[in-house]
């Protein structure tokens, strides 16, 4: 039999043949970008699953040279009172650390990473102003990737913390409701609102700021704080049953623990009341302030230039029974929500930012519109700032949750 040479081939067949392997190798390496993203997330997720159980909230702040993945100037998302290098602080130290956990690595914050796993999903902050403040430190640190459209409503009643984002790359909404208490509130101060007023809260209603948009949302991160100091008439069946520092003895006196105990119950218990909720609930635990030699509101001031130490600042008082009102509340919805395919995840980070004195704006953040005063800010967190780790437990959470297949 005779073998025939390329050259009997007739040229129309040669022509095509040649134009099929141009095609093939210009088509592989374009296949693998396009897949690049998703393998490198996929490793990253098997990394985690060959890791031995780790507490990733346990461990100590370390010097990290390189700084922040963002910078003030780029990311037009920081509100002023959390921007504050352009407020004018000038130590530049205190964005130089970086979260070791005691017995595992905590990956850096992967934007692409991140953007895959939420890719035609929605997530929601639900909370006060350090829940906005959270946001905004995720908004940033997804720029170098994506940059969102504002779809927020422009007839909201809840200041500018009631925002909604849009990825359109990604088919990823990022929303952030105003509920510091997490239940209906009203202020009952005949005189107006104010930083002190009194408020009447409903504790077995949750707030319809956040409420009536929930339910569709597949990853809820759900934190409250520092407005239960505050006076309040605390409200159950729309009778008023109890009160914290109202200085009404016609009223039973509790702690502000209880509010803020029933005030989680009520929130994580409609989350599973909805039908058609199916998403991951994150409570993220109490963030602590740093006032040192008075209060917000008698010349107290957190002027730390670096991270207290693992073991020089102690986990107590009214942190610790904050911290454990929400671990009981979680740990109760863990529960009840496990019957229903409910997953109920812990976002801990009451340790880690115990230790960061350092972190705050202080003189560099809140100004007093109705008092025309600046206060000093121990409470909010600068960006970026100790407050970017949260979203780096926040992706390795949601990863971990992503190995259970495999």
């Not at 392997?21 to 897949?35: D, E, G, N, R």
Request: hydrophobic share 35%.
């Amino acid at each position: 039999m005779k073998v025939l040479s390329p050259s009997c081939y007739d040229t129309p067949n040669r022509l095509l043949l040649m134009s099929l392997i141009i095609i093939s190798l210009t088509l592989v390496p374009l296949s693998l970008v396009f897949k690049s993203s998703g393998s490198q997330l996929l490793s990253s997720i098997k990394s985690i699953a060959r890791q031995r159980e780790c507490n990733i909230f346990t461990g100590d702040w370390v010097p990290y040279p390189r700084g922040p993945n963002y910078t003030s100037e780029q990311c037009p998302f920081i509100v002023p009172h959390n921007n504050c290098i352009r407020s004018g602080r000038s130590d530049r130290q205190f964005m130089k650390w970086r979260w070791r956990p005691k017995d595992c690595e905590l990956p850096l914050f992967d934007a692409v990473q991140f953007l895959e796993l939420v890719r035609g999903k929605s997530m929601a902050f639900i909370g006060d102003s350090v829940g906005w403040n959270q946001a905004q430190s995720l908004l940033c640190l997804l720029m170098s990737v994506s940059y969102p459209e504002n779809r927020s409503q422009s007839n909201t009643t809840s200041r500018a913390y009631s925002t909604r984002w849009f990825y359109p790359d990604h088919a990823f909404t990022l929303a952030s409701f105003w509920s510091p208490f997490l239940v209906k509130a009203r202020d009952s101060d005949p005189n107006g609102p104010s930083l002190d007023s009194t408020m009447n809260l409903y504790l077995d209603q949750p707030s319809e700021e956040w409420a009536t948009q929930i339910e569709d949302f597949d990853f809820v991160i759900i934190s409250a704080g520092h407005w239960f100091f505050r006076p309040l008439m605390y409200y159950i069946d729309e009778q008023l049953v109890s009160c914290h520092k109202c200085r009404n003895k016609t009223v039973t006196s509790v702690t502000h623990y209880y509010g803020y105990s029933m005030a989680f119950r009520t929130a994580l218990s409609y989350l599973q009341s909805l039908e058609n909720y199916k998403g991951i609930t994150f409570l993220r635990t109490f963030s602590p302030s740093h006032f040192e030699n008075g209060e917000w509101n008698s010349g107290g001031d957190c002027l730390r230039t670096r991270p207290s130490r693992n073991g020089e600042a102690k986990l107590e008082g009214y942190t610790l029974e904050f911290y454990k009102a929400q671990i009981r509340e979680l740990e109760k919805a863990k529960r009840e929500g496990k019957s229903k395919g409910l997953k109920f995840e812990l976002l801990a980070a009451t340790e880690a930012m115990l230790l960061r004195p350092d972190g705050h704006p202080s003189r560099f953040g809140y100004t007093s519109q109705e008092k025309n005063m600046t206060v000093n800010d121990c409470v909010h967190w600068c960006l970026p700032g100790p407050i970017d780790t949260w979203n780096e437990f926040l992706l390795y959470i949601m990863k971990k949750e992503t190995v259970k297949p495999f």
